[in-house]
């Protein structure tokens, strides 16, 4: 595709990486765990992430209002939706 271009961050640039302060709090659940599989990596994650899978306004209070925190909830709102639909 010519109409895209990759640019690079530089090494240290939280600021341009608006979703650093959800990734910190999954950092914080599973540093220095042993997980023997990915499955066990999967469960930490998303046993960090729940609380903002259960209420996506979460989301918006940590990341503040970007292009990347709608669609991070609506990402969110829609797979609430799917699990909803499962049950």
Not at 25 to 47: F, M, R, Y
Request: with cysteine; charged share 20%; glycine share 6%.
């Amino acid at each position: 595709m010519e109409s895209v271009k990759f640019v690079p961050f530089p090494p240290y640039s939280p600021d341009l990486n608006p979703i650093e302060p959800l990734w910190n709090i999954v950092k914080q659940e599973i540093a220095n765990d042993l997980c023997k599989t990915l499955a066990g990596i999967e469960i930490g994650i998303s046993g960090a992430l729940k609380p903002y899978w259960e209420n996506v306004k979460q989301v918006w209070s940590l990341l503040g209002n970007t292009w990347l925190t709608r669609g991070v909830i609506v990402f969110l709102q829609r797979r609430i939706d799917r699990l909803y639909l499962r049950c």
